[in-house]
C-alpha cells in the first residue's frame, strides 16, 4: 500500500468543523496576560504552540482553561502545554468564536476571540455526541498518541503498521478505563448491535480485543474522541448515528489488509523515532545476517545493543502478567538492555523494541514471545 498520512482528531458533529485558530504571538510573550483591542480590555491564553486565544473575563479563560485541561487529563499548572489541535476538538469554529487579523500587541498573526456565551456552552455543546454524561477525558499517560495523532502514517511494512496498531490500541484502552473502568452497567451500558454499523463493531473488537457482543458506551466514546468514528448526535440517533471517520475506516483495511501487521504489545507508548528504526535495519542483510562495516570489521554486540536501545522511547511500563517472555527472550534482553538483577524483568518497551528489531515475536492469542533466527544470531561480544 502506498504511504497514508491519517489524522486521529475527534470531530464534533453538532457543530461547525475547522481549525479554531492560527495566531502568531511574540514567542517570548507569557502563556496568560492582558491585551488592548479597540479600547477594551482582553484576556488571553497562549497555546503551546503559539496560539493566542482572548476572553472577556479572567474568569472566562480560566473556565476554559480548566476545562480544556480537564479533558486533556493534565493539571492546570500545565496549561501552557495544551496545543491547538488539543483545544480545536472541543472548540469548532462557529458562533461566538471569532477570528481576527492585525496587530494586537502581542502578535501580527490571526487570534481567536472567545466570547461568554462560548465558554459557557463548552460543558454541553459537545455533549450530545457522546453517551453518558460529560465528554471523556485523556488521561497522562497517552501523550504519545497525542503528540503524534494529527500525523499517524501507515506505509504497508509490517513493522510500522504493527507498532502504530499497537500504539492505538494502547491509547484506547487508557482512556477507557480512565473514563469508564469502574463505572457500573447502569451507567456503561451494553451497546444496541442492531442499531450499530458492522464497521465500528468491527473496529471495536479489534481495537479492544473483546466479542462485539461486549462494545459498551463507553467503547464508542473513546472511539470517537480519538477521532475513528464520527456522525451525529448521539443524543437524537442513539448508536445508529455513527459511521467509522476516515481515519477509522482506513485503520479497518490495515488491520484487514494482506500483508498482516506484526504484533506488539499495545502500549500508548509505541511512537518512535523512524529514523532510529531505519539506522538500525541499515546494519542488517535481507537474510537477517549483519553486515560488514565499511573497512571489513564485524559490528560488535555493543554496537547492535545502542542501535536496539535507540528504538526506546521515553517512560517505562511493567510488562503485563499476560506477557510471557522465554528464558532466552530474557537472556537477549540482558544482552541489550542490562536487565535488572533483581527482578530479571523486561518492560513492555524494551519487549517492543525488541519486535521492531526483528529479534522476537510475540503472540497475542498465547502471550508468549520468542526468539527468532534473527536474535540467536547476533554476535556474543
Not at 469554529?93 to 487570534?111: L, S
Not at 463548552?122 to 457522546?130: G, H, I, K, N, Q
Not at 477507557?176 to 447502569?186: C, F, Q, R, S, V
Not at 530474557?330 to 525488541?354: C, I, Y
Request: glycine share 12%; with cysteine; net charge negative.
Amino acid at each position: 500500500m502506498a504511504a497514508t498520512a491519517l489524522s486521529f482528531v475527534y470531530t464534533p458533529g453538532a457543530g461547525a468543523s475547522g481549525a479554531a485558530d492560527e495566531a502568531q504571538p511574540d514567542a517570548g510573550a507569557s502563556h496568560l496576560g492582558t491585551a488592548q483591542v479597540d479600547g477594551k480590555t482582553y484576556y488571553y491564553f497562549k497555546s503551546g504552540n503559539d496560539r493566542v486565544y482572548m476572553f472577556e473575563s479572567a474568569e472566562d479563560r480560566q473556565t476554559f482553561i480548566e476545562n480544556m485541561c480537564l479533558r486533556m487529563g493534565i493539571p492546570v499548572s500545565e496549561a501552557h502545554t495544551l496545543k491547538s489541535y488539543d483545544i480545536k476538538d472541543f472548540l469548532p469554529r462557529g458562533p461566538g468564536v471569532e477570528k481576527r487579523n492585525g496587530n494586537i500587541g502581542i502578535g501580527t498573526g490571526i487570534v481567536t476571540f472567545v466570547s461568554p456565551q462560548r465558554v459557557a456552552s463548552l460543558d454541553t455543546e459537545a455533549d450530545a455526541d457522546f453517551f453518558g454524561e460529560g465528554v471523556p477525558a485523556f488521561p497522562p499517560d497517552v501523550k504519545p498518541f497525542l503528540d503524534n495523532r494529527e500525523n499517524i502514517v501507515f506505509t504497508g511494512d509490517p513493522v510500522n503498521d504493527g507498532r502504530l496498531l499497537a500504539g492505538i490500541q494502547g491509547a484506547a484502552a487508557s482512556i477507557y478505563a480512565y473514563n469508564y473502568g469502574n463505572l457500573p452497567t447502569e451507567q456503561n451500558p451494553l451497546v444496541n448491535l442492531g442499531q450499530l454499523d458492522d464497521g465500528i463493531e468491527d473496529l471495536a473488537s479489534r481495537i479492544f480485543g473483546i466479542p462485539k457482543e461486549q462494545i459498551t458506551q463507553g467503547h464508542l466514546n473513546t472511539m470517537r474522541i480519538m477521532g475513528l468514528i464520527d456522525g451525529g448526535s448521539v443524543d437524537a440517533g442513539g448508536a445508529g448515528a455513527l459511521k467509522l471517520s476516515t481515519a477509522g475506516s482506513q485503520l479497518l483495511s490495515v488491520w484487514t489488509g494482506s500483508t498482516p501487521p506484526a504484533a506488539f504489545v499495545p502500549s500508548p507508548n509505541t511512537f518512535i523515532n523512524p529514523g532510529a528504526l531505519n539506522t538500525y535495519q541499515s546494519m542488517f542483510n535481507e537474510d537477517g545476517t549483519l553486515k560488514t562495516k565499511p573497512g571489513g570489521s564485524a559490528y560488535t554486540l555493543a554496537e547492535v545493543a545502542a542501535a536496539v536501545k535507540a528504538l526506546l522511547p521515553a517512560g517505562s511500563t511493567d510488562l503485563p502478567a499476560s506477557v510471557k517472555p522465554s528464558q532466552e527472550v530474557l537472556d537477549l534482553g540482558e544482552r541489550m538492555f542490562g536487565l535488572d538483577p533483581n527482578t530479571n524483568k523486561l518492560s513492555v518497551e524494551q519487549v517492543n523494541a525488541l519486535i521492531a528489531a526483528g529479534l522476537v515475536t510475540y503472540d497475542p492469542t498465547t502471550g508468549n514471545v520468542a526468539i527468532t533466527p534473527k536474535g540467536s544470531g547476533l554476535p556474543t561480544q
